[in-house]
């Protein structure tokens, strides 16, 4: 066997390696993160909703979930260079009717938004309106796929995935549960990669009693471990006993744990320097 030529063998792995660095920078939209419209909070998640992997929000109520969705169906909307999928958005309501009065107002007071925009913003907002598990499946396996094959798309919010999980079993029913929410869960992974598209999923809270000195009560979200494995970046908003708010990182494969306050207000949310 011959004598290796090291300095070939160097040049031809440095032609084969890709750095990190000009991986991020390539223009697969995979990468792509979709702005919150707020400095800050965009900050806080390096850029936005990332467009890959399932984002959860939760809270209480009152905390403002419904309201950082409603901001969002504006921006996916914006060009690129204002942060947005120049695309429109899904919304899919198991709760309460859709807000329409509350995104009207949005559509006028939303600083990133312009005259021009505001004038077909609705036009790009796709409602669904589901009760139970099985209009929820029958959305995410067969009318959502087929609408974004029609559609340009780049975000798709439920709101709430807690509603329709928490209704429909008992406790008898957990393994059907588990069941049921990883096919969902897997086939909103499979559409956010495939279509290269921002989910976002809204959460409840339960309280959990830490069992310490002080046997204090902390806000969790809600589903337990079966849903909770199948959320790629967790993030939560906390509201203060004298309506502090804060959005907090809890878990995230590339986002520290960290929070941003923020406020609520008729142009939508906003945060502040991080804490």
């Known amino acids: 066997m011959g004598d290796i030529n090291l300095e070939v063998l160097d040049s031809r792995l ?28 965009n900050k806080l998640l390096r850029g936005g909703i990332p467009r890959r992997g ?30 947005g999928f120049n695309a429109g958005a899904v919304y899919i309501c198991t709760e309460d009717k859709f807000p329409s009065p509350r995104l009207q107002q949005l559509f006028t007071t939303f600083p990133l938004s312009t005259h021009e925009d505001k004038k077909k913003l609705g ?92 046997c204090r009560s902390i806000l969790v979200p809600a589903l337990g471990l079966a849903w909770s494995n199948l959320v790629t970046t967790r993030l939560q908003m906390i509201q203060g006993e004298t309506d502090n708010r804060a959005l907090h990182v809890i878990f995230s494969p590339e986002l520290p744990q960290t929070s941003c306050p923020y406020k609520i207000s008729a142009s939508g949310i906003s945060g502040s320097e991080t804490i």
């Open 14 to 41: 440095s032609d084969s390696l890709q750095k990190v660095s000009d991986m991020l920078k390539s223009s697969s939209p995979k990468w792509n993160r979709l702005s919150t419209g707020c400095e800050y909070i």
């Open 54 to 83: 399932i984002t959860e929000l939760s809270g209480e109520s009152g905390s403002g979930k419904t309201q950082f969705c409603l901001q969002l169906t504006i921006t996916v909307q914006l060009p690129f260079y204002n942060g």
């Open 123 to 214: 036009d790009n907002v796709f409602i669904e309106h589901i009760a139970d598990v099985d209009g929820l499946k029958q959305c995410v396996m067969t009318q959502l796929p087929h609408l974004l094959t029609r559609q340009s798309i780049g975000l798709v919010v439920i709101d709430s995935i807690t509603a329709v999980f928490r209704a429909d079993y008992d406790q008898h029913d957990m393994a059907t549960r588990a069941k049921d929410l990883r096919t969902v869960g897997l086939q909103l992974h499979s559409l956010a990669n495939q279509f290269h598209i921002s989910v976002l999923c809204v959460n409840q809270v339960s309280s959990l009693i830490q069992q310490d000195n002080n």
